[in-house]
């Protein structure tokens, strides 16, 4: 059965200049048993950054550091979570940034991802056009099979993401995904954001 939470990181992306300090951090932190009960993953990118990554699965273990391609990490919308999911999560980073205070170590703002295997896939934040509270206002988490233009062909990542493609028309559906921050761009990434962008606005 798929866990879209297993997907799912509450993310610190690390400027290349302070992967050394965060990573020996952690690792001072896990030998002298402080990481105890706060999982985490790491991730280097090839854009030089460091993902902190505070999974949202129950069970977890830390792992890393590990090589990720940066088209694997996409921003999704936390309006897509549950309160409680959310909320356990921010709790979790503030364990981690009492940690890093200790050693006079600032981190940046926590996003959250969807961590696919592969690079290439788009992962859209999907929620109704009308924010009219007589319309269903829940945001639900997508992988794009196509785009057709006029619509998305996807499969909900909140249900088994197999079967048939639901179609989602662009006039009814809008994406509210937060921006790619600038420590996951790459110029291969950078280009087909652009291509996706005009396609929008044309509305092909």
């Not at 105890?36 to 699965?57: D, K, N, S």
């Not at 992962?123 to 509270?133: A, F």
Request: proline letters at 8%.
């Amino acid at each position: 059965m798929f866990n879209l939470l297993a997907q799912l990181y509450w993310c610190m992306l690390v400027a290349p200049e302070y992967r050394e300090q965060v990573t020996d951090l952690l690792i001072g932190a896990g030998t002298l048993g402080l990481a105890e009960g706060r999982p985490y993953r790491l991730w280097t990118l090839e854009t030089g950054a460091l993902g902190l990554a505070l999974p949202l699965a129950v069970s977890a273990s830390m792992h890393g550091p590990e090589e990720r391609a940066s088209g694997c990490f996409h921003p999704v919308s936390p309006a897509a979570l549950e309160p409680s999911v959310l909320m356990a999560a921010q709790g979790h980073e503030a364990s981690v940034r009492q940690l890093a205070r200790r050693r006079g170590i600032m981190l940046p703002e926590a996003i959250l991802l969807y961590v696919s295997e592969q690079p290439g896939e788009m992962v859209l934040s999907l929620k109704c056009e009308d924010d009219g509270p007589a319309w269903d206002q829940r945001v639900w988490l997508v992988r794009v099979v196509e785009d057709e233009g006029w619509a998305w062909q996807v499969h909900h990542l909140h249900h088994n993401p197999s079967g048939e493609p639901a179609t989602c028309p662009k006039f009814a559906w809008k994406d509210v995904a937060p921006p790619v921050p600038a420590l996951l761009q790459t110029k291969s990434r950078a280009k087909a954001s652009h291509i996706i962008a005009v396609r929008l606005e044309d509305g092909r």
